[in-house]
């Protein structure tokens, strides 16, 4: 292989290394998962507010408990009716049982170990129905993990583009 050939190979390799999404875990610098949703407020600011009107903004602010949180992303609130949205809103009871269905508490699962389970069960002890489709993709009671693998200090958020639909009643 000739010099030129070699370089050429060589910033290949260096460009694919550092463009690579690769998930990781929590890493020196990372926030709980409250700070990290809020920081990528772009993609996650109604479910943000979801769980600062819930109430639970402490409890995913701390150390524990470790969690995976499925997190609807602004595209999947942009799917709720407006009057839906607002009723939503200003029912505390409704967000905390929506915010705790689309979390698995006590464990730190990458997309990679949610693909391989057969089934998870959510905070409120409900089973959640996985489904791996042709392309690999994911999804967990028909929404689909679109945001993977987002590393925080007290867990792991995927983000949603749909809502895991809880029993709101």
């Known amino acids: 292989m000739s010099r030129a050939g070699f370089t050429v190979l060589l910033l290949a390799c260096c460009l ?3 463009t690579s999404p690769g998930s990781a875990p929590a890493q020196k610098g990372a926030k709980d998962i409250f700070t990290t949703l809020k920081l ?3 993609v996650f600011k109604s479910w943000t507010k979801a769980i600062e009107q819930a109430g639970l903004t402490k409890i995913y602010q701390g150390k524990e408990p470790m969690v995976t949180m499925f997190a609807p992303n602004e595209d999947a609130f942009g ?5 839906d949205l607002d009723e939503l809103w200003k029912d505390k009871v409704k967000l905390i049982k929506l915010v ?11 997309v990679e170990q ?6 998870l069960q959510n905070a409120l002890l409900v089973p959640l129905m996985l489904k791996k489709e042709d392309d690999g993709n ?3 009671n028909g929404a689909l993990i679109v945001t993977p693998d987002v590393p925080a200090t007290n867990g792991i958020i995927h983000g949603l583009d749909g809502f895991l639909v809880p029993p709101l009643k």
């Open 16 to 18: 694919c290394f550092l």
């Open 40 to 42: 990528n407020g772009v």
């Open 79 to 83: 799917k709720l009716k407006k009057d």
């Open 100 to 110: 705790t269905y689309h979390t698995i508490e006590n464990e730190r699962l990458e």
């Open 114 to 119: 949610i693909a391989k389970k057969g089934k």
């Open 138 to 140: 994911i999804k967990i």
